[in-house]
């Protein structure tokens, strides 16, 4: 017999993290760099800048990246969604990235289009999916209307499993720096479910303040977010989750 020893894989290296200041990203850049990773962000504001819109900027950001975190902006459900995501996958092949972590969306069909390109990459891969998040209501979209002590939308009955954005983060670090996660598609999710209503009811509890959940029309309500000059694909963006 011949003793024989098993060479272990080499540790992650720089992580680039995309949306590196949205609400996922920056607690996994982050918690990334309080643990000793090497992280570049990857947002508009950063050096070297990435941006969806303008592949040029794509090569800089992705040279000597090990691991990469993929957040697309405002959702994959967008129109145009899969192409950048093929487009990027592609790119960072090229670059010798080993490893990519995806936040997708829980019931989104063109989501998980983009789930499927990068699971066929030939690249380490763990698919993150997430929905609605505790944090739209505190540093998201529904801010101002906690603030203003009424949540507006036409949502209905319907119960998520909202989930807090920490925990995502918690997973996607875990996937990006750890082994053991390869291959590996989580659904991440709040311990149960719950209407706005029920989170109007949660607010008020917590806050001492009152906090109602007010179901208006969806037509009545994209009307609305048009009026209030919301950029074009965030009106979109939110009809399709509506709807």
Known sequence: MTNSTTTPRPAIG?????????KTGSRIAAGLTSEGHAVRVGSRGATPPFDWSDESGWD???EDI???YISYAPDLAMPGASA???AFVERARSHGVRRL???SGRGEPEAQVCERIVQEAGLEWTVVRASWFFQNFSEGAFVDMVLAGQITLPAGDVA???VDVDDIAEVAMAALSKEGHTGEVYEVTGPRLMTFGDVADALTKETGREIS???VPHDAFIDEVKRSGAPQDVVWMLDYLFA
């Open 160 to 162: 998520e499993p909202f």
């Open 84 to 86: 950048a995501i093929a």
């Open 213 to 215: 959940y007010f179901e």
């Open 101 to 103: 972590v995806l936040l």
């Open 14 to 22: 720089r992580v680039l993290v995309l949306g590196g200041t949205g």
């Open 60 to 62: 800089a950001c992705l």
């Open 66 to 68: 090990d691991a990469v």
